[in-house]
């Protein structure tokens, strides 16, 4: 079974950076596609960022120049950095991992952006 452990998450002010891990239980590059998705209260979960197996990247509008998402394969990691934080990027941020049609999601990690 594939765990994926987020952290990183916290309280910050608007204007800061925040960078979430994503640890995953198996070498990350078997799976297709990895990535982080937001939910809101009450909202589904929409993709903010994702790393494909070849390494491109693709991002919401919302985020593009202010997030980045990265890898360590040694680690079996994926990061998202946050920067320029705004209190609408509040919302609990979700792991993913995805084989074929299979998918993984990880617990979830709270971002509170204060303005």
């Known amino acids: 079974q594939v765990q994926l452990v987020e952290s990183g998450g916290g309280l910050v002010q608007a204007g800061g950076s925040l960078t979430l891990s994503c640890a995953a239980s198996?070498?990350?590059?078997?799976?297709?596609?990895m990535g982080w998705y937001a939910q809101t209260p009450g909202n589904q979960r929409e993709l903010v960022a994702t790393?494909?197996?070849?390494?491109?990247?693709t991002y919401a509008d919302s985020v593009k120049g202010r997030f980045t998402i990265s890898r360590d394969g040694a680690k079996n990691t994926v990061y998202l950095h946050m920067n320029t934080l705004k209190p609408e990027d509040t919302a609990v941020y979700f792991c993913?991992?995805?084989?074929?049609?299979?998918?993984?999601w990880g617990q979830g990690t709270q971002v509170t952006v204060s303005s």
């Open positions: 993913n991992a995805q084989i074929l049609r299979r998918q993984w």
């Open positions: 790393i494909n197996v070849g390494g491109r990247e």
């Open positions: 198996e070498n990350i590059f078997n799976f297709n596609v």
